[in-house]
């Protein structure tokens, strides 16, 4: 089998070692997006997100429709942050936000103390869900007997702009951790945090909040026992679990108690199981299953793998599953499957094989058609590549955009600036951009979130404030 490295998923190790470390008593500014599906992303949308910000308010604001943004910026900009729009987006109109503290760089490398003690942060990292945003920052201490003390600093903010300390959690942990990404669910946030090494990346732990400012640690052994798990992914139906074989896979509705999914049943025969995730119409599981009796022609039978198939499970309660086609896929030794959300009531899956990718679309699971379109729709690869030239890939269960380089080349992978493209029912179609636009460069970080877009660069702050129009 192929390295997972090079099938994108190092996820953040790489990205997130250069991103900004933001945290101070009152509030905090800084981003490195990742996708997370929305609870309820037809939500009618009246008001602004931050009108009112509090520990308590932050987590429950409600959301409602904003009004549509005048040509011009102004302070109320900032002071009163509007919903964005519930609807499709045509344009994005930027403000440059001030930054409310100095943002300095993780050291990339940990470095010992006098007494011998490594310390390491993994620097500040935003994620969009329905009721706003949460910031973390993971801090690990390495003591001389090898013991590692992490420290998670959350932050939580209504709008992007204004953000607010939250209670941390602490844990103990055999390896330093990273963020993988956050997600939320039917009941509130699942936080994924990786370990790696040799080139790849497993889950160590998950953090589970219900409102957003408050996190537990789950406990992974009695989740998941000693098996090594490979992915966690979710959306508003609940959140799955893959381990690194492909032959075993859990649900959950609230990220605390999993339940392993029967892979012993006739729809899983021959199966194994690369990645999966949940959306609005249930949970999916991608992989690959046995062309039996297919083999290469060049050697013994008894010498030669059969060649596999790209498959689909789907499922509307994590329990009955049934197998469904995957128009034009083709049958090869290595299938390597990823399945990625475009919104809450859409998802691509993606097959990489000796540089090949293959993509289809589905709004419910079960039927698929091919997708004509970059395979930077798939954030495991465009989180490798920085987004760099290939793009990147963010939802927060409403709206998906893609950033990518202006006309980027290899020679110049961040192109001219930054171009934005929203998900629609037709494809990717390119957003209008005005404003104080914020620069495309190896330091910029972003989410989406429920005011819009949210950019940081060298420690300045942007909001892009959508509209219909």
């Not at 009531?345 to 540089?355: G, P, V, W």
Request: glycine residues 10%.
């Amino acid at each position: 089998m192929e390295s997972r490295f090079f099938r994108g998923r190092c996820w953040r190790k790489c990205s997130a070692v250069m991103a900004l470390t933001a945290f101070v008593a009152a509030g905090c500014v800084g981003a490195t997006a990742s996708g997370s599906p929305s609870n309820s992303p037809e939500a009618s949308q009246t008001g602004n997100a931050s009108a009112s910000v509090s520990a308590s308010s932050a987590a429950t604001a409600t959301a409602s429709p904003a009004a549509e943004p005048t040509a011009t910026s102004t302070a109320t900009d900032v002071a009163s942050v509007p919903l964005a729009p519930s609807g499709a987006w045509k344009s994005i109109r930027w403000v440059s936000v001030p930054a409310t503290s100095l943002l300095a760089s993780p050291s990339p490398m940990p470095a010992p103390d006098a007494s011998g003690v490594f310390s390491n942060s993994s620097g500040f990292q935003m994620f969009g869900w329905s009721r706003g945003l949460v910031g973390l920052s993971i801090a690990s201490t390495v003591d001389s007997g090898g013991e590692t003390q992490k420290t998670v600093t959350t932050t939580y903010s209504n709008d992007g702009v204004h953000w607010h300390a939250g209670p941390g959690v602490q844990q103990q942990t055999r390896d330093p951790l990273d963020i993988r990404g956050v997600y939320e669910g039917p009941d509130g946030l699942l936080a994924v945090e990786e370990a790696g090494a040799c080139g790849d990346s497993w889950v160590e732990g998950l953090l589970a909040s219900s409102d957003g400012v408050t996190w537990q640690a789950v406990d992974m052994g009695k989740a998941f026992g000693k098996a090594v798990i490979w992915n966690v992914s979710g959306g508003s139906t609940g959140f799955v679990a893959t381990d690194t074989i492909g032959q075993a896979v859990w649900t959950s509705h609230d990220g605390q108690s999993w339940q392993p999914v029967k892979l012993d049943a006739p729809a899983f025969a021959t199966s194994r199981i690369d990645d999966g995730t949940a959306f609005s119409a249930g949970y999916v599981l991608v992989g690959s299953t046995e062309n039996t009796g297919a083999r290469s022609c060049s050697a013994p039978p008894s010498q030669t793998p059969p060649l596999r198939v790209p498959t689909v499970w789907w499922s509307s309660d994590g329990a009955a599953w049934v197998k469904a086609q995957l128009p034009g896929a083709k049958a090869e030794y290595t299938i390597e499957m990823s399945v990625q959300r475009l919104d809450d009531r859409t998802l691509a899956a993606f097959d990489y094989y000796d540089n090949a990718e293959h993509a289809w679309v589905s709004e419910d699971g079960r039927t698929w058609k091919p997708l004509a379109q970059p395979v930077t729709l798939d954030q495991f690869i465009s989180n490798y590549f920085y987004c760099q030239g290939e793009g990147c890939f963010m939802t927060d269960g409403r709206h998906g955009i893609q950033l990518q380089g202006l006309n980027a080349t290899v020679d110049k992978p961040f192109g001219d600036g930054m171009t934005l493209l929203t998900w629609t029912d037709s494809g990717l179609v390119t957003l209008t951009q005005s404003g104080d636009q914020p620069p495309y460069d190896f330091g910029t970080d972003w989410t989406v979130g429920p005011t819009g877009v949210v950019v940081t660069d060298a420690g300045q702050l942007w909001i892009g404030l959508p509209s219909s129009n």
